[in-house]
């Protein structure tokens, strides 16, 4: 399609294993080595996350959620990707990695909750391996660099034990490889060969801004002036995205320091529901990657080779349907937040001053009781 504008044009260097047909394919450098049984599992938990997906966008424009940053078309880079994680490793998410957040084992009303405005998002971060959304673009290229530092000089990196060696994803768009803080994160990781797969999503679109006007060479290809490597790989492609970063991470933890991945992509709704990308692209373009959709490719490979059966995928529905339907019905009874509640979460031993706020608001709210 010779009108559709297709940015980093240099598509053939992708990582591919399965294509948009559902074919599987082969790569010299990578493969994808798990079983059928676990790829039905990656096309179950990608119907999940997009019906999660649709549903809050629903919600949202029921006037139910302030917002939402639809995940629509990024199944694949953000599912392959988690599923490549160990319970050890450590992730900076975006506002949009929903599906990572959830493969992580965050339940995913509190995602609701947030963009909801009834709680700050203030999960156990050590305990999903999750640090919270990062809502200002790049910041956490640096954050994500300090942890993995942190990793490294506790001894968590290159011990030589897979149960304990451990590794920071850092998720960003193409939009945030524009911002200072993320590429000094780039530059520290490479100086101090920190164990931090870098993963760009890159899904052409920085709200209106094309990715190809902020870059002149195709994103991964950066890596190389920061001295460690860049891939790029088909974001849309379940298979090859788990791969990538299976080998990215265990570079990692294993001591040889950072890569960056790009998973090329597209992002097939709005920004954010308050977005209307109708006005700053064409609706051949969506076609162009509505062809080469996340999901239906796995399920054509399922279908193809008989892997999986019709009930398989009425299954798969029905268990995102009903996880749907529970979410709205949890997501319209969530309380209101008592403003007691955000202190719980600043400091894991309150300093003096923030008890002393704390008390002097309790006294002031129950004033209100009693006036009753
Ligand atoms: C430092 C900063 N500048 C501007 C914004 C406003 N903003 C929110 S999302 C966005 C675009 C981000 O694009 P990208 O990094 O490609 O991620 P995507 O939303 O496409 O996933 C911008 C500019 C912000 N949140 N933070």
Avoid at 2 to 26: C, H, K, N, Y
Avoid at 91 to 108: C, L, N
Avoid at 149 to 167: F, Y
């Amino acid at each position: 399609m010779s009108d559709v504008r297709e940015s980093g044009a240099d598509d053939t260097v992708a990582v591919q294993l399965l294509t948009p047909d559902g074919e599987r394919v082969e790569h010299p450098d990578y493969a994808y080595a798990g079983t059928d049984d676990q790829i039905r599992d990656l096309y179950a938990q990608m119907v999940l996350v997009r019906r999660v997906d649709a549903e809050a966008i629903a919600l949202q424009r029921q006037g139910e959620l302030g917002l939402w940053p639809s995940l629509l078309g990024q199944e694949a880079a953000q599912i392959g990707s988690a599923y490549a994680l160990r319970s050890q490793d450590y992730t900076f998410p975006t506002y949009r990695e929903h599906g990572v957040t959830i493969s992580r084992g965050i339940d995913p009303l509190r995602l609701l909750a947030m963009f909801r405005g009834t709680e700050t998002g203030a999960w156990d971060m050590a305990r999903y391996g999750a640090h919270l959304y990062s809502i200002i673009i790049g910041t956490q290229g640096v954050q994500s660099v300090g942890y993995g530092m942190g990793l490294e000089r506790d001894g968590l990196v290159g011990s030589g034990d897979p149960e304990r060696d451990a590794a920071v994803v850092c998720y960003f768009g193409d939009g945030a490889t524009s911002q200072g803080d993320l590429n000094e994160g780039l530059i520290f990781a490479a100086s101090y060969n920190a164990p931090v797969v870098f993963f760009c999503s890159n899904n052409q679109w920085a709200i209106s801004e094309p990715s190809e006007r902020q870059s002149r060479v195709p994103l991964y290809r950066r890596a190389a002036g920061f001295g460690f490597p860049g891939v790029r790989v088909d974001g849309n492609d379940v298979l090859a995205v788990h791969a990538v970063t299976t080998e990215a991470l265990d570079r990692a933890r294993s001591g040889n320091g950072p890569t960056f991945i790009e998973a090329f992509t597209y992002r097939m709704g709005a920004h954010t529901t308050s977005d209307d990308p109708t006005k700053y692209r064409l609706a051949d373009e969506l076609e162009h990657w509505r062809a080469r959709d996340p999901l239906s490719r796995v399920r054509a490979y399922l279908e193809r080779t008989g892997a999986a059966d019709a009930a398989f995928f009425d299954e798969a529905d029905a268990v995102a349907d009903a996880l749907a339907v529970q979410l709205r019905r949890n997501c319209l009874a969530l309380p209101e937040p008592s403003l007691a509640e955000t202190f719980d979460w600043v400091y894991a031993d309150p300093s003096p001053e923030l008890t002393e706020q704390l008390a002097r608001h309790r006294e002031y709210a129950a004033s209100f009781e009693e006036a009753r």
